[in-house]
């Protein structure tokens, strides 16, 4: 059975620091692109970060660029999103995401079928 797995999430103040995990199992993260999305009450999903399957490339929503930083160790199956200088706009439900295939670049727009339940991540002012 497919399963992913997200942890980390929590509440924070303003410019603090969270490192969400995500753990898969039942499938091979070196097969699959890999992406955090999120989503806050009232607004689409949007997706956060992304990452080729090898880890070499990544991408970030505008929103995030120099703060946040996805990574991965697919001998462990877990994909990582370090959050610095977290703001309120930060707050949402964040999900990882996997999309089979290996294309050598990331992108939000591929077929995320199968996801994480979500962690809740909650910044304050």
Do not use: H
């Not at 992913?4 to 070196?30: I, M, N, P, R």
């Not at 990582?80 to 727009?109: I, K």
Request: proline share 3%; net charge neutral.
């Amino acid at each position: 059975q497919v399963q992913l797995v997200e942890s980390g999430g929590g509440s924070v103040q303003a410019g603090g620091s969270l490192k969400l995990s995500c753990t898969g199992s039942g499938l091979t993260f070196d097969d699959y692109t890999m992406g955090w999305f999120r989503e806050a009450p009232g607004k689409e999903r949007e997706g956060v970060s992304c990452t080729n399957w090898s880890g070499n490339s990544t991408r970030y929503a505008d929103s995030v660029k120099g703060r946040f930083t996805i990574s991965k160790d697919n001998a462990k199956n877990t994909l990582y999103l370090q959050m610095n200088s977290l703001e309120p706009g930060d707050t949402a439900m964040y999900y990882c995401a996997a999309a089979f295939g290996r294309p050598p670049l990331c992108d939000y727009a591929y077929r995320y079928d199968r996801w994480g339940q979500g962690t809740q991540v909650t910044v304050s002012s």
